[in-house]
């Protein structure tokens, strides 16, 4: 499925194609389409269409695929979260959707529990939204979430982030949101695989759900899906793209709308499990090509919630001497072709996502990672 055979405009450009052995991140390109989403996309592309009734049509098969009353194709989770915030704020009401940023007169927080602070809770805010940071106070976690609800509380804004998690469980959470007539808006951009999480959080109760479209769906990097309850994700449709709301900025085209949904087809298609599998034995040949060198801790960890899928991991142990952590993170990115793998999580270990990896690829990382590790500091 993933290729890696280069690009033609890249090369002429001189902008080098590299090995990512570090996950669906946007700074790497995200994912490789899998053909079948090409294809949706090319064939988009020489027609004209009433874009609300492909909107409409594509938010009806979203809604049918995570079990959401309806649903709506975004420019990127980021997206999803500047819209799940406006929708909150406006509801479906033309003259407050036209208002915004400006929140005057309505209620303008979104709750957000402290560990789930990430880069992207910017978007909230760009809805014209103030951030409540919660849970680093006194009393229990439910007791300070409570505290965070007032009569300003648009949303409560609920996070799933590797290293970032709350003791609250989304179920109780929503219980507590619904409880003070406040909706729950949740950032899921990281948690597709596996396919049952597209609707795990709707089951759980959230009013709206936002995952990304192009990291592990494999759909345009610059998609995303929201869905969630039909009051909400029309308002959300309203404040963006073709109309003039705070989400104008923010437009997915029709041939992203294609893509995107060739890439739910076939995800929810894919088998998982042979899926998972390759990834298992990419890692393995990794681990093994560095196992063997002493002072070094070689896993591969599957089960661990932070690490997405199963991961080759490399600690250094007291004792090792040898080139640091750092050090063969650049020298692996500055070889050619550079190879991108990633540092930390627990401390300053190595790991290496075999999810972005191009067939054969991890053959090349294994060899690569062992000369750096052995190489002279
Ligand atoms: C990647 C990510 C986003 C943004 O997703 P895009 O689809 O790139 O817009 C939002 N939240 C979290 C936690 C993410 O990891």
């Known amino acids: 499925m993933n290729s890696g055979t280069g690009s033609a405009i890249f090369d002429s450009l001189g902008v080098r194609r590299i090995i990512n052995g570090r996950g669906w991140i946007t700074a790497l390109g995200g994912s490789i389409m899998p053909p079948e989403v090409c294809e949706a996309m090319a064939e988009a592309v020489n027609t004209y269409v009433d874009f609300d009734e492909l909107n409409l049509a594509a938010g009806r098969k979203i809604a049918g695929y995570t079990g959401a009353e309806a649903g709506l194709a975004v420019a990127g989770a980021a997206a999803g979260l500047l819209l799940q915030t406006a929708a909150c704020m406006t509801g479906d009401d033309p003259a407050l959707i036209d208002q915004l940023p400006d929140c005057s007169g309505l209620r303008d927080e979104v709750a957000l529990y402290y560990l789930h602070q990430t880069n992207y809770d910017r978007c909230y805010r760009a809805a014209g939204a103030k951030l409540v940071i919660w849970g680093e106070g006194d009393g229990s976690a439910e007791e300070q979430l409570e505290e965070a609800i007032g009569e300003s509380t648009a949303a409560l804004a609920y996070v799933f982030h590797p290293w970032n998690s709350c003791p609250i469980p989304l179920e109780r959470a929503v219980e507590i949101a619904h409880g003070r007539g406040v909706p729950v808006i949740v950032d899921a951009a ?21 995952f990304s479209g192009g990291k592990g769906l494999r759909g345009p990097q610059s998609t995303g899906i929201l869905c969630g309850r039909a009051d909400l994700i029309e308002a959300a449709r309203l404040s963006t793209s073709p109309y003039k709301g705070v989400g104008r900025a923010a437009k997915v085209c029709k041939e992203e709308i294609a893509g995107l949904l060739a890439a739910l087809d076939l995800f929810v298609r894919t088998d998982h499990e042979a899926e998972w599998a ?100």
Request: aromatic share 6%.
């Open 190 to 210: 990281v948690m597709l695989p596996p396919a049952s999480n597209l609707t795990a959080y709707i089951d759980a109760g959230a009013d709206m759900v936002a």
């Open 278 to 377: 390759v990834w298992r034995s990419r890692s393995a040949a990794i681990a093994s090509a560095v196992g063997d060198i002493p002072g070094l801790e070689v896993r591969i960890e599957e089960d661990d919630p932070n690490r997405q899928g199963p991961q080759a991991v490399v600690y250094f142990r007291d004792g090792w001497a040898g080139a640091s952590s750092s050090a063969v993170l650049e020298r692996l990115a500055s070889r050619e072709p550079s190879i991108r793998i990633g540092q930390g999580g627990y401390g300053d270990e190595l790991f290496i996502s075999p999810v972005t990896l191009c067939e054969g690829e991890e053959e090349a990382v294994g060899r690569a990672l062992r000369e750096e590790l052995l190489a002279a500091e």
